[in-house]
């Protein structure tokens, strides 16, 4: 049966070849309703940023198992869906796709989606119903943002549904999103990985949130690379990078998330130092002015409160991880959060180890109105052009305001190698090295230290000697034909 539908694949809707690098930003269809300059709409989009455009979010209906509208007057009625897909006049080369779920969708305590995907019937209305969405609405693709899967049920039945819309779909790109959890060796019961390395176009990998306000102690959410204290040698990106590639997905399928937002805590009411990491916790972080969220705050809120209410801020000199900061005030707000200079480092790691490309989300908290003076969509912009994607005339490269300055170097040696940025850390506040503030931050405190390197490993799909030879034949029969 692999074989006859591998040959399906093959014969109707080969998977579309990617060419380049992707840059994958994610749009969050509520950020429209949010007052003042925190309000981000389609008309806030710049189409030259990213390769791909992910709407979010449709959601699944529980009752009928069919992919559903969610926001009817935003998404409808206020032309959403609509603007969105025409960023492509102005882009000829963009791709938008619609996500389905999310956190909210996936766990509004129905347990639809692993009822979906058990029941050949059930996949089927979900399947049909997104062809005819697709018909409707001319998006180039769908991406599963089911959070997450469990169990060998739910594996079983994702895999199937991903065969499923393939052939449904032909060429439209299908992308998932995946999680970058703690105890990676659970990807293993969450998802088939040969499966996806067969159907799906990219996947997305969360790579942050592996720490929040919900622990006791202060971390950084999105670390890069194991720190010495870690316990847990599996709870980073290197780890879960390694994890997927060495468990078939081909490098070129996987696009590194960057998140645009830190993750807070309150800090403990008799902590008076200056921010540590780790440092003791009592929850979620003050929501900020323009996400209203408790316990995260977006870049947009972060480098306002660091240049104008004088926040305290960290730097690791070996970019393990990215900056975090503290109120000057007690009781004091910790955040851990990637800056222009991280997402410059991680956008390096994704062409290090050659990867399909880079993600953010969301788009909403990068700082698209420059209100930092930094110029609009400063990490976004890094992004964009580190991993050679086209970027609009309107972007800037991040301003300088202090004598700050990194240097810019990449080398290998051996089994090693060393990556640090290419563009200056922009701040007004003192900038120091971890784990406490002491001195200002120098060009000559900028160094970084050498991290294990892993060689891409080229594609690699997990199956029999007579399925790998199948579908070589299969691929080399295409290009011939092409």
């Known amino acids: 049966m692999k074989i006859v539908w591998a040959l399906a694949v093959l014969s109707c809707c080969a998977i579309p070849s990617v060419v380049g690098t992707r840059f994958v930003c994610y749009f969050p269809n509520w950020t429209y309703s949010r007052g003042g300059d925190g309000k981000f709409g389609v008309d806030n989009i710049d189409p030259f940023l990213c390769t791909d455009l992910v709407y979010s979010f449709a959601v699944l209906d529980g009752a009928t198992y069919q992919i559903k509208i969610a926001d009817e007057w935003g998404d409808i009625g ?48 979900f399947v049909d119903s997104v062809v005819a969405f697709f018909e409707l609405n001319k998006f180039d693709g769908l991406d599963l943002d089911w959070e997450y899967p469990s169990g060998e049920s739910d594996k079983a039945g994702f895999a199937e549904l991903l065969k499923e819309l393939r052939l449904a779909l032909g060429t439209k790109l299908i992308s998932v999103a995946v999680a970058a959890n703690s105890t990676i060796i659970d990807l293993g019961i969450r998802y088939d990985i040969p499966v996806l390395a067969e159907t799906a176009d990219y996947i997305n990998i969360m790579a942050y949130d592996m720490h929040g306000p ?5 971390d950084h959410h999105a670390p890069l690379y194991k720190r ?30 960057i998140p645009l937002y830190g993750k807070s805590w309150t800090l403990d009411y008799t902590y008076t130092e200056n921010p540590t990491l780790p440092a003791p916790g009592l929850g979620n972080g003050a929501a900020g002015p323009l996400t209203s969220l408790p316990g995260t705050l977006g870049y947009n809120e972060i480098c306002n409160y660091v240049k104008n209410e004088n926040w305290a801020v960290v730097v690791d000199p070996e970019f393990k991880i990215g900056p975090y900061a503290s109120t000057p005030s007690v009781p004091k707000t910790w955040v851990g959060y990637d800056d222009p200079v991280m997402a ?36 976004m912009t890094n992004i964009s052009r580190t991993v050679g994607v086209t970027t609009s005339t309107t972007t800037t490269t991040p301003a300088v305001t202090t004598k700050t300055t ?13 990556t640090t940025p290419t563009t200056p850390r922009a701040s007004t506040t003192k900038l120091s090295t971890w784990p406490r503030v002491t001195t200002e931050r120098t060009a000559t405190q900028a160094t970084s230290s050498k991290t294990p390197f892993i060689p891409n490993d080229g594609h690699r799909i997990a199956g029999n000697s007579q399925q790998l030879t199948f579908l070589a034949f299969g691929f080399i029969l295409i290009n011939f034909v092409i």
């Open 78 to 125: 206020n032309n959403g869906y609509a603007n969105f897909i025409a960023l492509k006049t102005r882009n000829s080369q963009l791709k938008t796709t619609i996500a389905i779920g999310g956190w909210n969708d996936s766990h509004d305590g129905t347990n639809k989606y692993s009822s979906m995907v058990a029941s050949p019937a059930n996949r089927k209305i």
């Open 214 to 218: 919900w622990e006791p102690l202060t």
């Open 228 to 257: 010495e204290w870690d316990t847990d040698a599996t709870n980073n990106i290197d780890a879960v990078v390694k994890y997927w590639k060495d468990s078939g997905m081909p490098s070129s399928k996987l696009m590194l998330g």
């Open 344 to 379: 410059n480092v991680k956008s390096r790691y994704v062409l290090d180890r050659g990867l399909g490309g880079a993600m953010v989300w969301d788009m909403s908290t990068d700082d698209f109105r420059n209100t930092c003076g930094d110029g609009p969509n400063p990490i």
């Open 406 to 418: 990194t240097a810019s170097t990449s080398t290998t040696t051996g089994e090693t190698t060393t």
